[in-house]
């Protein structure tokens, strides 16, 4: 089975998107979580192959919490979404471990369709 965990504080963002990938891909289960520690907590029941990020979360920043995923968990994918797409924040990112990193306001759902499809394979 596949699983995918949406980190978002948004919580209407979060909706949309659960919504969307589960409209492509009707058979993953999609788990949520809104800051660093739920997401830890899912990571360690969940066993998610990718991990929807976003960068500002409440306490611990989506960057760092991406560095601490990777180092624990470094066959997960993680997907950085963020509303700041500025260069320092990709390479960060990249630093970071982060496979891909989308913007919310100008990438559209194909690009996160075509992530999920490549691993799903």
């Known amino acids: ?14 909706k949309t998107l659960r919504q969307e990938l589960s409209q492509w891909f009707p058979s993953i289960i999609i788990e949520e979580a809104s800051d660093g520690q739920e997401a830890m907590e899912k990571m360690d029941s969940f066993s998610p192959q990718i991990v929807f990020m976003d960068i500002r979360l409440p306490g ?7 560095k601490k995923i990777k180092a624990k968990y470094p066959r997960s994918h ?5 509303s700041h797409d500025l260069p320092e924040y990709r390479q960060a990112a990249t630093e970071c471990g982060a496979d891909h990193f989308f913007a919310k306001g100008t990438s559209d759902g194909s690009e996160i369709k075509s992530v999920v499809e490549s691993l799903l394979k």
């Open 1 to 14: 089975m596949f699983h995918i965990l949406l980190v978002e504080d948004d919580g209407y963002f979060r």
């Open 60 to 66: 611990e920043s989506g960057l760092q919490l991406t």
């Open 78 to 82: 993680v997907v950085i979404l963020t």
